[in-house]
């Protein structure tokens, strides 16, 4: 969520402060702060869960079928 927020604040800067081009009936500053606003509160979440790019790695064990191994599986997530 964090990463997102980030992207939206670029291009909602992006929108509201480096494109000059008109659209009839749409106003792409507009459109930029809202992104920008949008983006703002998604990081604000995201820190406020602790999960601003964040990364998750899970260990299992379990013992075979005979009793005599221990079978390992790892998996790495990103948030």
Same mark, same amino acid.
């Given at each position: 969520?964090?990463? +997102?927020?980030? +992207? !939206? &604040? @670029?291009?909602?800067? /992006? +929108? @509201?402060?480096?494109?000059?081009?008109? &659209?009839?009936?749409?106003? &792409?500053?507009? /459109?930029?702060? /809202? !992104?920008?606003?949008?983006? @703002?509160?998604?990081? &604000?979440?995201? !820190?406020?869960?602790? =999960?601003?790019?964040?990364?998750?790695?899970?260990?299992? =064990?379990?013992? #075979?079928?005979?009793? =005599?191994?221990?079978?390992? #599986?790892? #998996?790495?997530?990103? /948030?």
């Amino acid at each position: 969520m964090g990463a +997102l927020g980030v +992207l !939206l &604040l @670029a291009v909602g800067a /992006i +929108l @509201a402060f480096a494109v000059n081009y008109d &659209l009839e009936g749409v106003d &792409l500053s507009t /459109i930029g702060v /809202i !992104l920008m606003v949008v983006g @703002a509160i998604g990081v &604000l979440a995201a !820190l406020v869960q602790g =999960r601003f790019m964040t990364f998750r790695t899970t260990t299992e =064990r379990h013992m #075979s079928p005979d009793g =005599r191994h221990v079978v390992e #599986s790892e #998996s790495t997530e990103t /948030i």
